[in-house]
């Protein structure tokens, strides 16, 4: 079972509007990443998570907040964005946060977000 | 400066016949390479990897082969089939504290012609 499970698959919301996107996976992987990704374009790292801390920020702005409750879970909560924020929100998971052959980040099918 | 880059954006192969699919790095710390296929509205789904101390890896239909001298990577899909039509995204992580993170090349589009 590689499965990631994002939810919800579509959200329309307003610029002044709180939001959230939530991720799960039970493979036991301990590293959890969200990925944004636009059109014909290749995804692109925010923020990763090893062992529920937050490890990696990559300069996303604070309207982007991320949580990890639990090993399981990964939240993305969404406060106050704008138009160009729209975009695929991927999900994904790995063993461990050190990639090499044999530790793979496994993709959810993805949130799509549209702010209007 | 693109690290990985897939300087094909779009390839046609007929149903039933050999698909190559090509990547470019510039980056010699790469030392675990990626292969993700992506249909519309889905996230990339894993395929098949390479770790640098190999040239070449087997899954069923596809294979891929690294060449380390050439910085050079490629898959091949044998026998295409029109299920095999989307978007290819090769990726490579780095050696030791970077390897968190995957650099994605722009991804190539494969249609299969029935």
């Known amino acids: 079972d590689t499965e990631v499970t994002q939810t919800p698959k579509h959200l329309v919301m307003g610029m002044t509007n709180k939001k959230s996107l939530k991720c799960e996976q039970h493979m036991g992987h301990r590293a959890m990443y969200w990925y944004k990704q636009k059109a014909k374009k290749p995804p692109e790292l925010m923020f990763v998570?090893?062992?529920?801390?937050?490890?990696i920020n990559e300069s996303v702005p604070s309207r982007f907040s991320p949580e990890c409750p639990n090993s399981s879970l990964l939240n993305l909560h969404l406060h106050a964005l704008q138009p160009e924020d729209s975009a695929l929100y991927l999900c994904a998971s790995s063993q461990t946060d050190r990639l090499s052959s044999g530790n793979t980040i496994y993709f959810g099918e993805g949130s799509w977000l549209t702010v209007v | 400066d693109q690290q990985v880059k897939q300087n094909s954006p779009s390839l046609s192969v007929q149903e039933g016949r050999i698909s190559i699919l090509n990547c470019d790095y510039t980056n010699s710390m790469f030392d675990y390479f990626l292969w993700y296929k992506k249909y519309p509205a889905e996230g990339p789904t894993f395929l098949i990897s390479i770790s640098s101390i190999k040239d070449k890896n087997e899954d069923g239909r596809f294979t891929v082969f690294l060449n380390k001298s050439a910085k050079h990577l490629s898959l091949h899909i044998v026998p295409s089939q029109p299920g095999d039509s989307a978007v290819y995204f090769c990726?490579?992580?780095?050696?030791?504290?970077?390897?968190?993170?995957?650099?994605f090349g722009k991804g190539t589009k494969l249609s299969v012609i029935p």
């Open positions: 998570y090893s062992y529920e801390k937050l490890s």
């Open positions: 990726a490579a992580s780095l050696r030791g504290a970077g390897s968190y993170q995957l650099t």
